[in-house]
């Protein structure tokens, strides 16, 4: 019985991270996705409320988290369109029940093992559908042969394939000189490889790229106490976000030079939303609203990069998004999480002894990489916040 519990439990891990990757929008008509949503949420809390006493104790390991998620629950209160942030709230509720739910539940030895094969399975679905239903696995009008797989752009199929090939690069070595286990180690880490760089997306080539290094420089380097290493960690974590910039946008960065060099219009999008900012500091605008379809500072944002009627749906940022949604209030709360989880994974890699304890690390400095020039903290219902808390409620501390 405890068996085909593990097993049940496995499959909507699954299910529900190839659900927050955004892949079952593609594949299934849209009419049943609300019953998706309310399964995984549903499931979640029952199993919660049944480990009540475990769920407490996972919930007490970062406390500002927490805060900063009952923040973005009450941001209906203060959001300039409140059916807007109202609309989209139980999304909120259904990541983090699911990810208290991961956390708790799952070792995090089980979890990199999940999560790669998660992956493994969404690079198969893509190569399926770039292959044989090129119109909807493959981009036509817009980066012409770029696959996008069973995700919504070639740029988030280029980041699950990132995330696979690291949870792939971290994955426990149970059985390491067996043949079967080898292969499929390196080759799911393969195949998460060989599709990204079919999406065409420098910035997931990039980070793949920096983690993969930064990683094998941890394997082989291990804390013994001096301060120094800690300037040096923080230091990687910065130079890592510059690369991001840097490499990824390179071409634009030469061809700007002396011209007009704002990163496809970025800087001048995160312009409007600083500035925007500024008049509501604390809290900001309410979760979604900001951004929202029809929304006028939006469009404000897009008149600054061209006149011809752009509206970016999102700011390309995903440290500014949270604090126009959430004000510095909740930006600096969502600061003092990453920063507790960023110190005890880098305990944990130091002493690491097994592939796994790599992974917070590697999800941590993925997470703020990516986020530097994309939106992938708090929009809409995603696989990146329900990791993120998976791992700040997972990653080891003094005394467990």
């Not at 992956?119 to 493959?138: E, N």
């Not at 793949?208 to 013994?224: A, D, G």
């Not at 992974?359 to 708090?378: K, R």
Request: hydrophobic fraction near 55%.
């Amino acid at each position: 019985m405890k068996k085909i519990q593990e097993i049940a439990e496995s499959f909507y891990v699954i299910f529900s991270l190839t659900f927050f990757s955004g892949a079952m929008f593609i594949i299934f008509p849209e009419q049943i996705i609300p019953l998706f949503r309310y399964f995984i949420w549903g499931v979640a809390t029952i199993v919660m409320f049944l480990y009540w006493k475990k769920a407490i104790a996972t919930i007490k390991r970062d406390i500002f988290i927490w805060i900063l998620t009952l923040i973005i629950l009450l941001s209906f209160i203060w959001s300039v369109f409140p059916d807007v942030t109202l609309k989209f709230m139980g999304e909120v509720w259904q990541m983090s029940m699911f990810a208290l739910y991961f956390a708790t539940r799952f070792t995090l030895k089980k979890q990199v093992k999940l999560v790669a094969l998660t992956y493994l399975i969404g690079a198969l679905l893509s190569a399926f559908y770039a292959v044989f239903i090129p119109g909807i696995g493959m981009h036509w009008a817009d980066h012409p042969g770029a696959w996008r797989g069973v995700y919504d752009y070639k740029n988030t199929l280029g980041s699950m394939m990132v995330l696979g090939s690291v949870a792939f690069f971290s994955l426990p070595t149970d059985k390491p000189k067996h043949p079967l286990y080898r292969l499929y180690k390196w080759g799911g880490f393969s195949i998460c490889l060989l599709v990204m760089s079919l999406s065409t997306s420098k910035t997931s080539l990039v980070l793949s790229f920096l983690l993969i290094s930064i990683l094998t420089f941890y394997r082989h380097f291990r804390w013994r106490g001096k301060v120094s290493v800690i300037f040096l960690d923080i230091g990687i974590l910065i130079l890592g976000c510059v690369a991001i910039v840097v490499l990824s946008e390179w071409v634009v960065l030469l061809s700007g030079l002396g011209k007009d060099p704002t990163l496809t219009g970025r800087t001048l999008i995160w312009g409007v939303a600083l500035a925007r900012l500024q008049q509501r500091p604390l809290f900001g605008y309410g979760r979604g609203a900001f951004w929202s379809e029809g929304s006028p500072y939006a469009a404000e944002a897009g008149k600054a990069v061209t006149a011809i009627g752009f509206i970016p749906p999102h700011g390309h940022n995903g440290f500014i998004d949270l604090a126009i949604d959430v004000g510095w209030i909740g930006l600096s709360l969502f600061m003092a999480s990453y920063a507790i989880a960023y110190f005890r994974a880098l305990k944990q890699a130091y002493v690491a002894k097994n592939p796994e304890d790599m992974w917070p690390l590697a999800f941590l400095l993925f997470l703020a990489m990516n986020n530097v020039t994309e939106s992938y903290l708090l929009r809409q219902s995603n696989v990146y916040w329900v990791m993120y808390l998976t791992i700040a409620l997972s990653v080891r501390q003094k005394g467990d």
